[in-house]
């Protein structure tokens, strides 16, 4: 059985920098692409980051690009995502994703485990 879990949201100040982990169990985890998505209050889930099965390729939404920086650890089945110069446009819930392909999709609709998520709440 597939698991993913987020952490490492909370509240911080704009400007400020938060790391989140996302812990993968029950795949092999080192052979697949895994993604960032994010749902802010009202609005639809979209791409933020994605990174290929070596960690060689990776993707970034415009919004984030040169703030956010993806990142994985093979030997702890765990993709980060290091989030800097926050800002309060960036607030949402931040979920964690694959659809065991080695290749990165940027699609909601093409994954198909999810994590539960992990709010992250910047303040202005």
């Known amino acids: 059985q597939v698991q993913l879990v987020e952490s490492g949201g909370g509240l911080v100040q704009a400007g400020g920098s938060l790391r989140l982990s996302c812990a993968a169990s029950g795949l092999p985890f080192s052979n697949y692409a895994m993604e960032w998505f994010r749902q802010a209050p009202g609005k639809e889930r979209e791409f933020v980051s994605g990174?290929?099965?070596?960690?060689?390729?990776?993707a970034y939404a415009d919004s984030v690009k040169g703030r956010f920086t993806i990142s994985r650890d093979n030997t702890k089945n765990t993709v980060y995502l290091q989030m800097n110069s926050l800002k309060p446009e960036d607030t949402a819930v931040y979920y964690c994703a694959t659809n065991r392909a080695t290749i990165i999709h940027r699609r909601v609709d093409a994954m198909n485990y999810w994590g539960k998520g992990t709010l992250v709440t910047v303040s202005s």
């Open positions: 990174i290929n099965w070596s960690g060689a390729g990776t």
